[in-house]
């Protein structure tokens, strides 16, 4: 079992709807939660990052943790086409110093 | 301006040569890594240095060499090169070590291409 599991995509959503990220990990101990987001032939760049159960909303974004479920996810409202890309779950230990990413899902946003 | 510099951006090379990839950052982050990055996206990490200390040394061929003169700066040499050693290689800094919370900001990439 992967540590951090991802739905590879392409997810394809229309543009002005909302699109649904899910991502689960393996180890119980993870304390911090983040979402990166890739486009093509780039560098990852922080979204957003989360530690405790609940929702949490930046901008279009809202990211959604479940310890119980080991289950994290990613909310994009009116979703445009420049969110098309590739986002990275990734889920960290707060005794450790190393972050465990997720093999990522690509999002196409369609007109 | 830019936060995490990586040099060079692009790399080609035959098997077997020795090549180096310079990192740098200007954020006065105390902890740095080495990220590779596959063909399927998959973002592993190589090694992290805290303050110019080896933290993080995964499981990784001891044909990859990172240096770290000073907490700005962690370099990658690779010996002997091979064909699986192609890929994009990330830089990114942190500025904690050790916390719950640690937001990495990553360099531009060096893509990688042994021929």
């Known amino acids: 079992q992967k540590e951090v599991e991802q739905n590879s995509g392409p997810l394809s959503v229309p543009e002005g709807a909302i699109a649904s990220l899910n991502c689960t990990y393996s180890d119980r101990g993870s304390q911090s939660f983040f979402w990166y987001r890739q486009y093509s032939g780039k560098s990852p760049e922080l979204i957003m990052f989360?530690?405790?159960?609940g929702d949490k909303e930046d901008g279009r974004f809202t990211a959604q943790l479940n310890k119980a479920s080991q289950y994290v996810s990613l909310l994009i409202r009116d979703s445009q086409p420049s969110d098309s890309a590739t986002y990275l779950c990734a889920v960290k230990r707060s005794s450790a110093s190393k972050i465990i990413f997720g093999s990522g899902t690509r999002l196409s946003i369609r007109p | 301006d830019t936060a995490v510099s990586q040099t060079p951006k692009y790399l080609v090379t035959q098997m077997g040569n020795d090549k180096s990839i310079k990192c740098e950052q200007n954020l006065g982050h105390d902890t740095m890594y080495w990220y590779k990055q596959d063909s399927k996206k998959f973002l592993k990490i190589m090694f992290s240095y805290n303050n110019k200390e080896l933290i993080i040394n995964e499981t990784v061929p001891n044909r990859f060499s990172p240096k770290s003169p000073d907490k700005a700066h962690l370099n990658l040499h690779i010996n002997s090169l091979e064909l699986g050693d192609s890929a994009v290689y990330f830089c990114?800094?942190?500025?904690?070590?050790?916390?719950?919370?640690?937001?990495?900001?990553f360099g531009p990439g060096t893509r990688l291409t042994v021929l």
């Open positions: 989360i530690y405790s159960n």
């Open positions: 990114a800094s942190s500025p904690t070590g050790g916390g719950a919370v640690d937001t990495q900001y």
